[in-house]
Each structure stands twice: as C-alpha cells, then as structure tokens.
DNA sequence: TTGAAAGCGTTACCAG
DNA sequence: CTGGTAACGCTTTCAA
C-alpha cells in the first residue's frame, strides 16, 4: 500500500484491484484521512478555490450576487475565498495579492464602481501576471482583455425616470450618487427621459447623495425646502430611497400623493417598507451567475478572446410610492 | 540568490544583507512573485485559513455575525472560506470535509440550530481528530470540548413577553419555530413570563411555523380565526412576525392596535417595516466576534481547557408594533 | 551573511 | 495491478 496506490484510491484514476482498494478506504476511514489539498494543489496547480472580493455584504445588493456565484461554482466543485474590501484601493490591492498567494484559481471582483479606483488596472495586473483570470462586476477601464457583467443603468434610469413623468410628475428631484460612471449613466437615462418626454431639465433639482442611506435622507431635506417643492424624487440606488423616504415619513410627507419615490436596484428592502418602493429590478442573480460562467470558461479555455462584457437589461417594478391610491 | 534567502527576505527572519535584500525585491517586483502559500503551509502547515459554515446568506441574522468574525479575523492575517450549507446534514458534513482538505487553521460552523442533526458529532469529528478546531454558534449536545457561543433565548422571550403582558394583553399568541432547542428556550421563556406575571397559559394559542417568513404569515391567518382572538402576537423570530405583520395588513387589520407584534433577533429589517417591529435584540455583532475569539485562542493555545460556553444577555428592543399612540 | 539540502504530502511517470 | 521516485515551492537547519 504506497502512497501512489492511495492517491490512485483517492482520485479513481489508474488500476487498483478491488482488494486494495477496499484496504485503502477502511484505512482513510480509521485514520480521518483527509487529503490535503495543499500538497495536491502543488503537483496539480490547481486549488479549486476562486476569490470573490465584495466591497460590503450588509448591502442587500450584493448578497444576491454572491449566491448567484456560490450556486453555480459550488456545482462544480469550487469554494468561495470571501473577503470584504470596504471599497478601499488598498484593501483590495492587498486582498488581490492574498488570494494569489492562496493560489486561487480565478478572483471575482465586485465593486459599486470601479472606475473610483484610481489605477484599477494596478490592483489587477499582478493576478493576470501569474496567468490567474479575473472577472469584474461593475465598469472599468481597463487595458487588459478581462470580462465583466454589468447592467443597463442608463435605460434602468430611464425607465424610472419616464414612469415618474408618465405619472404626470413634470418636477423630477435626482437624488445621485458619488462620481462615478454609475451615477453618470444614471444621470444619463434620468436626462434622455426628459428629452424624449419633452420636459425640460432643471439642474437646481439634482442633489448629490453617496449611495448611503442617510445621505439619501439629509438630500431629500434639501429638496422639500425646494420651491416650487418637486412632486417625485428618483434616487439613484435603494437605500438612499429608503432614506428619502424617511426623511419624508419625519416630516410628514406623504407618499406617493405629496411626492413620489422611485430607486433603483430593487432590493429586498423594497417590499418590506411602506408605501413599496418602485424601483429598477436588476437580475443580481443572474449576473452572480454570470460571472462564475465568464471565469470558468476562461480557467477551463473554453473561451480566451477579448474581453467580454455582458450587459443585462432592466425592468422597473411598479410599487406603491409612485402610485397614487385614486390611480391603481 | 538561493530559495533560501528569498525565503528570508520574505519573511523577514534570518540575516539578510541590505544589499541582497533589495536585490530580492526588485526581483519580486519585476517577476510579480507572489508566495505560494500552499507549500509554505506543507512546510509550516498553517495556512491562515479559517472556514467558515452560514446556513443562508440571505438571512439577515447572520450577516453581521459573519462581519464579527470577519473583522476579528481580518486584523490577525485570517482570511475566511464561506460556504453555504442550508442547515443540510449532508452538506454540512461535505463542506466540513472541504475545509479540512484544504487545511483549514479552525473552523466556525453556524445554524439557527444544531440539535436538528441527528448527529452533529459525526459531522464535527473529523475536524477534531485532524486536530482542527472547531467553534460553533449555536446550540449543540456534544461529547466533545467545543466552544459555542449562543444567546439567552429563555430570557430574550420572556422579556418579550412580558413587555407584551405589562402593555395589557392577557391572550398572546405564540408562532413557534421547527422543534429544536431555540425553540423550546424560547417558548420557556414565553411560559415563564406568563407564570411570574399570573397569567394563565393558553396552549391553543401556540401556532407552529418554521422560522420562514411564509410560515409566519399563514400562522396569523390561524390566528386570525381564533375565538376570541388574541390581541397581541409574538413570533419567535423577526421573519416570522414580519410575514405575520403582512397578513394583518392583508387583512386590515392595525398594528398594534388591533394586534400587537414582537419579534425576535432585531434584523435590520425590525426599522425598516411600519409599524416598526418590537423585537428582542441579539448581540450578532458581538457573537461574531466571540465566535472568532474562542476559535483562535485555542487555536494559539492560549486557551485548552473544556468546553466553554458564552451566553449573551438580552435587551428588548421597544418599537410601535407593541406600543399604542395613545400610550407613546 | 549566504547556499545546499532535507522534508512537507501529493501526483505522475516508469518499472516491475 | 502495484511500488518507487522525481517534482511541486517553500522553510529550516547546518555548513561554509
């Protein structure tokens, strides 16, 4: 009983007579036995391990996405590498580098927006120098050939934006989010709904928020001492809504029939408050599954031409705070 | 330039000339070298590695235990292995076997309730015979000197309940969970309270669901039924009373009103409903970090004495679920 | 201060 | 069908 026959026993690979292997497997029974992946991962260069770096799982946004990836890689045998990056160009440098050290065989990168990071390219390149594939959610400039998944927020901003003015709203406060491309794209469907409605913009009516929630609640503040006062706000993702939305449940606003509300992402939390907040539905599931595709086919060769980046569609679901009760 | 003193210079140990030391990291940096820590974990067999077993992401009850243990570990060089297990026997047994492959440091297995498994020590033993260690959150009948850390579930309900006694009602229902030992403290509690408080207990007035949120809301519409009906409810935990709050709204009928509402676990989502939920609040922050705590003093041997077993302490946490206008 | 070599647990290859 | 052995990339010990 070598060790060779052992990892034959192990691996179901090469001829081992029935005998033996019934002695190995009582054996692995009675000492614990535990390959260590460790060794294995030496000889084989791989480690069935995939990073997966999120900036913050107390964000509803992501959790979807992570399960999306975990189905579909676990399915096929691989473990997630979790570790939060707060968003910090540093932190994620460093974290890249831990699980190159691991020897991860791919790392999913999720950010809010990329493009903050002031070298992105920086935090990614040591990983494609050791041959180790990454894909992105999110939106990057990149002089590499990686792949990312990304959702259409000008047409997500659209959608919310055109509701709110078919819902006769001509007065549209924008609650936006940090610079960044997301909040220019969002800006975007926000101001071509306009145009194509021909309702003219007003630049006064835009607030800047930074995707958190209390900022969406100090923003909406601001725009109930606007005069004239806007009859719906759009903000750009969900929690700044909610807090939008707090801010008007304080002051005694009522939603929708004061003033609308509509966000964007449509998490969770969406169906929990009331009035439900309408919001852009983004298939986060789909897209964690997306990605944990897009690395595997590079990892197993399947695919390796340029950089693909799909790009999912949207749909806006209709809630409660941008209907009125005499309009349902 | 040996291995030998790359080794060196990486690890800062040993005597290094400054000279070669540059040497060596120009090299790194031109190679983008990065250590493989699988074989200097076959060396040093440590691999930082702690794994980590969620029944379910998407329960916001452990998302902040997992921060816990995230930030403990994180600041000491950890990095955490998640998987997902869904409170399956099976699975479990599986992902604990994965970790050990990979040669985990220790590992923190958490479910809303150990005692369901037929036999949790199977699932544990290979770890703990592999010299592994092992914490868990939770709730668990073990032979062997493992580290848990769990909650006060007696206390949390009877403070529950109480409040809900002292607010005046004398007819509480009960939406139990699955039959598991968080359930049985919980309802001691709820009995208890009832006892200290001369309120005579009413068996018919114990619904069963099984901790998800639909089984709240089918739980009410029973409740709903009863003759007389009871005025005040209490879940044992925040998804249950939060389905149970949708089918009174369904219904039309007012909280708390009509019907006052506890909850337990105080998930983020107790703030976010309207009326907002009274609900009994966990340290899950706190576990988190005790969790983490437990598991690396054992595993630096600065503690390896028998099993310990922290309980945290309870607060309720009093919202307008349970508190009529009249009485704010 | 540096290098050579053994050893960690596995797999792959080659001989038997 | 089975066993021996090189090799994987690192740390550690010992000698130079």
Redesign the interface.
């Known amino acids: 009983m070598s060790v060779a026959t052992v990892s034959r026993v192990i691996n179901e690979r090469g001829y081992v007579s029935e005998k033996t292997g019934l002695k190995v497997q009582e054996a692995i029974n009675i000492l614990?036995y535990?390959?260590?992946?460790?060794?294995q991962?030496?000889t084989t260069s791989s480690?069935k391990?995939i990073g997966?770096l999120v900036p913050d799982?107390?964000n509803p946004v992501f959790?979807?996405t992570?399960?999306g990836i975990?189905d579909y890689l676990?399915e096929k045998g691989y473990?997630?590498?979790?570790?939060?990056s707060g968003e910090d160009d540093e932190e994620m440098s460093n974290m890249v580098?831990?699980f190159?050290?691991?020897?991860v065989d791919g790392m999913i990168l999720c950010s809010r927006d990329f493009t903050q990071f002031g070298d992105m390219d920086a935090i990614i390149?040591?990983a494609l120098?050791?041959n180790v594939h990454v894909v992105l959610n999110g939106y990057v400039d990149s002089k590499f050939e990686i792949d990312r998944v990304g959702f259409d927020n000008v047409r997500g901003a659209y959608l919310a934006t055109e509701h709110l003015l078919k819902m006769g709203h001509s007065s549209i406060a924008l609650i936006a989010g940090t610079d960044s491309t997301i909040s220019e794209e969002r800006y975007r469907g926000y101001r071509e709904a306009h145009i194509d409605n021909h309702v003219s913009l007003n630049p006064a009516l835009v607030v800047k928020g930074d995707f958190r929630q209390h900022s969406g609640y100090e923003a909406m503040l601001k725009i109930l001492q606007m005069n004239p006062r806007p009859t719906a706000v759009f903000a750009m993702n969900d929690v700044m809504a909610?807090g939008a939305m707090m801010a008007l449940?304080d002051h005694k606003v009522s939603v929708p029939d004061e003033i609308a509300v509509a966000g964007f992402d449509d998490i969770i939390?969406c169906s929990?408050?009331?009035p439900r907040l309408t919001s852009v539905v983004q298939p986060k599931y789909e897209i964690g599954k997306k990605l944990a595709e897009f690395l595997l086919s590079r990892m197993n060769e399947s695919y390796s031409g340029p950089g693909r980046h799909e790009i999912f569609g949207s749909r806006l679901a209709v809630r409660q705070s941008t209907v009125k009760s005499e309009q349902q």
């Open positions: 614990h535990t390959p260590n992946q460790a060794a991962s030496l480690t391990l997966l799982i107390n959790l979807r992570i399960e975990n676990k473990i997630l590498m979790y570790a939060e580098r831990r190159l050290s691991n020897r390149e040591p120098k050791n909610i449940e939390w929990l408050i009331r």
